[in-house]
Each structure stands twice: as C-alpha cells, then as structure tokens.
C-alpha cells in the first residue's frame, strides 16, 4: 500500500489541524499506521498509532491534544491535532506496516512504508 498525507499548514499557538493519510492501491485493512514528526535538527519521533484492532497509542507530549482515528472503510488515517504549541512544529510523516508488534510501534525502522511528509508550523 502506498501513501499520502496531508493536511498541513501554518497556524497559532492554540489552533487545531487535522493530518490525513491516504492509502492507495490497497487499504490498511490489517495495518499498523502510525505518524511521526521530525523537527528540524531532530531525529523523527513517534507521535501517534492505530493497531489493526483499532488500539491506539500516543507519545507523551501529545496525550489530550492529539487523537488518531480511521474511517470505516480503513482507507485513511486521521490525526487531530488540538491545541498546538510551537514545539509542535515538524514535518509529520504517515507510515505502515502489517508486522508490528506493539512493542516496535514507536520505532521508525520497524516500518516499511513511508507517505511523503506534510508540514505543519506553529507560530507563537
């Protein structure tokens, strides 16, 4: 399965987004999906994930804020972003896998497919 996020943009400290990653070619029917953020100078990090079964994960730092979810048809991943702060300001990255355990979902290495990235800036 290939895929395609967006979403991105420019907003206020305080504001909200919503990311979406597409998939095409397939669905993430059995998948792990997951987003990352990278920030400049930074490694990429683990933000959030969505097992097959519907359990989800979050990074500390994103907890009550941000909310992944999927439609029913498990063609594309969402993640709400509320109340963004500017150390929120990343490139974010959607990513899947049909092999993860839990265990390995906040480890980008463990994953095989990768979207393109989409931007998001906060300003203080």
């Known amino acids: 399965v290939q895929l395609q996020a967006s979403g991105g943009g420019l907003v206020q400290t305080g504001n909200s987004l919503r990311l979406s990653c597409a998939a095409s070619g397939g669905t993430f029917s059995g998948y792990t999906v997951s987003w990352f953020r990278q920030a400049t100078g930074q490694e990429r990090a683990f933000v959030a994930g969505i097992r097959w079964n519907g359990y989800t994960l979050y990074a500390d730092s994103v907890k009550g804020r941000f909310t992944i979810s999927r439609n029913s048809a498990k063609t594309t991943v969402y993640l709400q972003m509320n109340s963004l702060k500017p150390e929120d300001t990343a490139i974010y990255y959607c990513?899947?896998?049909?092999?993860?355990?839990?265990?390995?979902?906040?480890?980008?290495?463990?994953?095989?497919?990768w979207g393109q990235g989409t931007q998001v800036t906060v300003s203080s």
């Open positions: 990513t899947a896998d049909p092999r993860i355990i839990l265990s390995s979902i906040g480890i980008p290495s463990s994953y095989h497919s």
